[in-house]
């Protein structure tokens, strides 16, 4: 009876271990997969909004087409201010000889490089799949009567993640405890850029 007891008792110490362990390491990896997978859908949604700043600067608005948007990337221009002698040069300074003059760049030149392949997946969330950003473009009307020109983009946690819990239960409960928490506390439960709601200055919410 006593050596069936230690038994049992060795059992449990070890079930026990083994879920203390997972309580502490389950969370740890979370975060490690959210840390990699948030990097990436930031650094597509940093081009989105590069690209509309640009298309904004040739047509005056924004765009809340992707399809118009790769287009102008990958086959527009747009104009850069570039200055003529140097600031620090006092005399071309009193004499007016510091001159700016606008040039006209290809967009896909000055914003991606020339990486054809990079403009091509703006659309996509990464890790999603297949999944696209939600966008759209329009006007607002702040609190002092001035008409603002605004865009968002938009990529849900349950997208970002989706091919990451979908097989591990207590990943997924993770998920849904922060995207539970973020509504509660009155935040977007994913990642976005810009807003059509009110001025952000195209500010994205990781900032």
């Known amino acids: 009876m006593k050596k069936v007891l230690q038994i ?17 390491a389950k969370p740890i990896q979370y ?3 959210q840390a990699k997978r948030n990097g990436k859908v930031i650094e597509r949604l940093k081009d989105i909004r590069a690209a509309q700043v640009a298309y904004k600067s040739e047509f005056g608005k924004y765009t809340g087409s992707f399809d118009t948007l790769v287009n102008f990337v990958k086959t527009g221009h747009f104009n850069v201010e570039q ?6 040069d006092s005399v071309a ?13 290809r967009v896909l030149d ?8 990079r403009v091509d997946s703006l659309p996509y969330i990464p890790y999603g799949g297949g999944a696209k ?3 759209g473009a ?18 849900p946690d349950s997208i970002i993640f989706r091919s990451f819990v979908i097989d591990d239960e207590d990943f997924k409960q993770i998920l849904i405890n922060k995207t539970y928490g973020k509504k ?18 195209n500010a994205g919410n990781w900032e």
Do not use: C, H, W
């Open 133 to 135: 950003f939600e966008m």
């Open 83 to 88: 200055r003529i002698g140097s600031a620090d």
């Open 184 to 201: 509660k506390a009155d935040k977007y439960p994913g990642l976005k850029v810009g807003s059509l709601t009110e001025a952000t200055n």
């Open 31 to 33: 975060e490690d997969e």
């Open 110 to 117: 000055s914003l991606f490089k020339g990486n054809t392949a």
């Open 138 to 155: 329009g006007e607002i009307m702040t609190a002092s009567k001035v008409p603002v020109k605004v865009f968002q983009a938009l990529a």
């Open 93 to 105: 300074v009193a004499k007016g000889l510091l001159k700016r003059i606008k040039v006209q760049v």
């Open 8 to 24: 049992a008792l060795l059992i449990a110490i070890v079930g026990l271990g083994y879920l203390l362990y997972k309580s502490i």
